[in-house]
């Protein structure tokens, strides 16, 4: 698992005052294609917060059905990568918080399920919507998907990101 930690203000662990910590599932069917989801003209990884009381894996199982329908039925996981934001400052002054991101690989054909979603109302209102995309157009979509929200200068990024790892973990390139 590769882990990265994003620190500008150059924060120690005993600077981080609070952590947040999230998972996000890359959903990839037999035909290398991914499920994203889309809403306020950003792309997203289906994904979310986790709950007290919550291991990643259930936060990952009830995110994804919650914003895909689909019901993963996995006991044990383990995240591919793992993304840390040391923010100071954030998100009111005083507070300097860690932001987790646990990135997972889920491969199944199962199709998303528009009736067994559970969207919030930011979500509803937003007209959060799901699409499949090629692996090898992702990267293109994402791209010119930048310039339609300012959101995207810092998301499209993070997301080439876990593509890449992605896409090397599963397709490593010859050496020659």
């Given amino acids: 698992m590769r882990e990265i930690l994003h620190n500008h203000k150059n924060l120690t662990a005993e600077d981080i005052t609070e952590t947040v ?3 996000k599932a890359l ?4 035909k290398n294609e991914v499920l994203l989801g889309y809403c306020e003209k950003t792309y997203q990884f289906p994904g979310g917060h986790l709950e007290e009381g919550e291991t990643l894996v259930d936060c990952l199982k009830r995110e994804v059905q919650e914003e895909t329908g689909i019901e993963l039925n996995i006991i044990e996981a383990n995240p591919f990568f793992v993304i840390r934001y040391y923010n100071k400052d954030w998100p009111s002054e005083g507070i300097n918080r860690c932001s987790e991101i646990y990135f997972y690989e889920v491969n199944t054909d199962e199709k998303y399920n528009l009736e067994n979603t559970n969207y919030d ?3 509803r ?6 699409r499949y995309f090629s692996l090898d157009d992702v990267d293109k979509i ?3 998907s930048i310039p ?10 993070e997301m080439l990101e876990i593509f890449k790892e992605y896409k090397n973990s599963k397709f490593p390139k010859a050496e020659n």
């Avoid at 959903?27 to 037999?30: A, D, F, G, P, R």
């Avoid at 339609?148 to 990024?157: Q, T």
């Fill in 148 to 157: 339609d929200n300012p959101k995207n200068e810092v998301i499209v990024p």
């Fill in 125 to 130: 209102i937003n007209n959060f919507e799901l």
């Fill in 27 to 30: 959903i990839v069917n037999s």
């Fill in 21 to 23: 910590t999230r998972t």
């Fill in 121 to 123: 109302e930011g979500e």
């Fill in 142 to 144: 994402l791209i010119d």
